[in-house]
């Protein structure tokens, strides 16, 4: 079955840096693509950034755009997002997604929170 078991997440400064993993297993790892998503108290989730099969990133919250940067490592099958230059409003709950047919595929989430 598939699993996706993120780590990383906690507390940081604004301007700090955090990396965030997601362990994968279940499935062909390097056949799909990866994603990134977030979701802050009393808001919709947002793709934040997908990472394709040969990991480039790309990006889809203008928020994050030059702070943020997906990657993978398919002989590990882990997927990591970089987000550096923190601020507060990216404090969310983060998942990472995959999706195969017909069935979108969830972690658990990992906890973001920036503050001073």
């Known amino acids: 079955q598939v699993q996706l078991v993120e780590s990383g997440g906690g507390l940081a400064q604004p301007g700090g840096s955090l990396r965030l993993s997601c362990a994968a297993s279940g499935f062909t790892f390097s056949s799909y693509a990866m994603r990134w998503y977030r979701q802050a108290p009393g808001k919709e989730r947002e793709l934040v950034v997908a990472?394709?099969?040969?990991?480039?990133?790309?990006t889809y919250a203008d928020s994050v755009k030059g702070r943020f940067t997906g990657s993978r490592d398919n002989a590990k099958s882990t997927v990591y997002l970089q987000m550096n230059n923190l601020k507060p409003d990216d404090s969310a709950v983060y998942y990472c997604?995959?999706?195969?047919?017909?069935?979108?595929?969830w972690g658990q989430g990992t906890q973001v929170t920036v503050s001073s």
């Open positions: 990472i394709a099969t040969a990991g480039e990133s790309l």
């Open positions: 997604n995959t999706y195969l047919y017909p069935v979108n595929y």
